[in-house]
Each structure stands twice: as structure tokens, then as C-alpha cells.
């Protein structure tokens, strides 16, 4: 993480924040998180994650304190974002690389991170099937009540609910070929409702298949052709593992999917 | 929360402490937690506390930073709460209230409250039947990840899950009288691991009747006579109205319960 933050706008550095300014979050998880590619300095589907955020804060009124309502516009982050980039030689306004918003304790906090290395692909061969329940709303909100994402971060996990049915990974959503269309899980699994995944549903098609939310048992990965990871930073990765199946069809997928998404950010819509 | 707190050990103003030095914690929910009471300057149960804490750590290396050993000894906290009840006029060597531990990004932070006002019953009226998932381990520890519970708070709600089994309630443990048994529900439910909890099975027994953990299905609670809430401030308190029952054995099983927990904690095991 970089030095430069802003926080409510104002353009701050991270060693000059006082935790007692985050007590809520700190101790209680109760705050909301978002998290941008930036890319020449333009934040990707910023409208959207902050509509999401909004959402989540929205849903939590009386027990996570909002920022003000003026610094959670696209046109307020923007402006934050920019100066940020100027403020800081390590960023620049042609930054690239992962923005980070956190709302919570009446703050919104902006954050920034060199880009990770970019992955091409990601195996995915674990099952958690202990922890996510099925219909539960909170697993649709991004919390930074994350640990039990967080733990599994890097370990090629997918959540499957009690009923069997996959829901999604720590770090994104989970699109799959499945005879003739595209499915996802849906937001009832439970799983996040991605930025991503929103773009790709929305778009409603990928090459020539139809792009649909459906419920995937696990027993149905055997029938599973390609697999495509979802999320803000990644964008689309292939899976060209899933739970000890190998999927050819899942780079060309994940290259459909991209080209949707780019299309659509190139739009901003 | 008062301005005096200890970070691994060391006196320090709250006001003092840098966000950026409790990063995993604030944005990922990466850490875990102890509410103690302190009476007359003296932590209840700290050894117990602190080896839960331990098993939380030790559950998630890898994934939470713990602090350094040496400060989660009984000794040790013994040491740092001593310390900061002289340092803070506030506080004072006879502090009665409550102290916080927060364990993760390498640190244990220690912090002081003033006692809560002491409620003698609470009533249980709602239940929240959507997110408790049957076997979910992550639910048997205390980590800041605690939106979930933080947002139930105050209102009155019992966690009950997929199955239709009551588990926990936001702040603490249930046990309830039926049959001629006491009866709190598995860890699996699940529920944490109070520490209260743990003390009454411990003792076994409350007047004449077995403390036992049994699975209570939400149809059984119009068998239920009694009802006690435990936690580490309020110890026990009196349910006397569980989801639209009148229980009016609850008063008198809350005076049991605080009067074991009050004989473990003076001989202080």
C-alpha cells in the first residue's frame, strides 16, 4: 500500500491516520469495502462499486456510520483520486494499479496499491463446504467482516453451500459453461453481488451463448466445458482446473469475458 | 473508551495509534477479541480468555499475525492492565468496568471501558434464521470479522440455523431450562466458545439439575421453563420472555448461574 490516502476527499498520509478515527470497523468489522483497477489514472466501473456501496451502507443504516453522502459520488472520487495521484510522485496521474475504498465510522477512506502480478489463470481444487449458508444476506455485502475470505485467499478455495451448490471464491464470482450457456450462481448461493458478474449479466451474452444466472450443484462440474473467476482487479480469469477437472474451454471464455467487460468500461456504462 | 490503552505491553494514548499499524485488522477483519470484566482492578477469568484467544491465533497462522508470545500470558496482561489502570487517573488501581483485547497485525492491543449500565434480564422476541450455518467453524471464534452479530445488537435476536436449532445470540451464550435439565447448544450449533459457557459445564450442575449441551430445536421451545444469557460483562442474565414464551423459571436459574460463575471466578479457575 501507498502512503498517499485520502480520506472524506481530503488528501492525507496513511501514517498520519489515527486508528481511534476507525474504532467501528476496527472492532467490529462493521464498514464496507471497494476495490478498483485504475488504470492511466481512470478507475474502472467507478459508478458502479460506488452504487454498491451505497446499497450496502444502505442496508446497514443504525449500526455502520456512513460518510457523508457528497464524498460517495463518482464525480467526489474522482476528484479525490486525481489528487491523490498528483500529491504522491510514486503514483502520478497516469497511475495503474488497485484503489481501495473503505466506508465506515462516517469516513471514506482512498487507498492505493501498486498492481498485483496478473495472474492469467487460476486453479481452483478446494472445497469449503462447511460455512456458506444458502439465502444468507449477509455474504452479499462486502464487509471488512472478511476473515473468512481472507483465510482462504490464494488457496484455489470455492464455497459450496449446504444444499451442494457453489457459490463463489474468496476473491470473485464463478461463471461456468454448461451446455449451451453461461451460468452463475445466483446471489442467493449466497455470493457477492460482483461488479463484474453485474457487466457480464447485463451484457446477457458471451460469443453466442446466452449469459445466465442458475444454480450449480457441485455433483454438475462433470458437465462443467469452461470456468471463468470474476473480479474488479482480474477482471476475467480462466480456471483451467476445477475440482480435478480439466476445462478447455475456459481461456477462450475468459477472453469473451474480458472483451465484454472492456467494451462496457470503454462505454463507462 | 477510555484514552489509556496498552500495545504488546506498552502504555500508550489511544490517540496516539497509527491505522496503519492495525491494517489486517481494519480492512480484513483479520484479528480476534477478548471482553473481560474488571472489578476492583482485577480481570475475570483472564487465563481462560487468553487461552481462547491462543486457539483463535493458532486456528489462522498463516492468515492472522499474532502477537509476540510473551505478551499473551496472564502475566504478562496482568502486568500491562495494572500499568495502565495507574497511568490513567481515570481508571485507577479499583477499576471496575470492562477491558478489551485485540489480537492480530503482530499486536495485542488492550483497552479499558467504563462499565456498561447492568441490565438484569434481557428479552429474546426475534429470530435471524437466515445466517447461522450448522458446523460453521468460523462462528466458533470471536475475531473482529463481527458485523454479523454487531448488527443484531440491542435487538433482541436469537441465531438459529438451517436446521431450525437455536445457536447463540449476538453477545453471548444461551442455556435453558427443560425437563429437569439445563441444556446450552453444541459448539456445532454454532456458537462461540464463551468462556461463561465453558465454566458452567465445567461445574456441571446448577442446584440439582446436569448442565448438558444438547441440540434445542426452536419447536422446543414450549418446553422450555428457563432461559439465561451468558457473557463475560453481564455473566448471566434472565431471559424472561424467549421468542414469545414467558419463562418464569429464568430469574431464579440466572441467580444459580451467576452464583457458580461468581465461586469459579473467586477461586479463580
Sequence with gaps: MTGTVAVNGEVRRLEDLRLQDFLQSFFFGAGFFETLLVEEGAPM?????????RESLGAHAGCVQPPPPDVLTPEAVREALSRCLEADAGLGPRFTGVAKLVAGDGRLLLSFSTPPQRAEEVILDTVEDRCYRRGDPTLNHKSVSYLRQYAH????????NEAGELC???NGNLFF????AVVTPPLEAPCLPGIIRSVLLEA??????PVVERTVHRTQVEDVRGCVLTNSVGLALAVPRLLGRELSGSHALAGQARAVVREYARRDV
Design 168 to 170: 463463489e471464491v474468496p
Design 153 to 160: 485467499l490464494g488457496r484455489g478455495t470455492v464455497f459450496v
Design 177 to 180: 459453461l454448461v451446455g449451451e
Design 45 to 53: 466501473f467507478l459508478a458502479r462499486h460506488l452504487a454498491r456501496l
Design 204 to 209: 446477457g451474452r458471451l460469443g453466442e451463448r
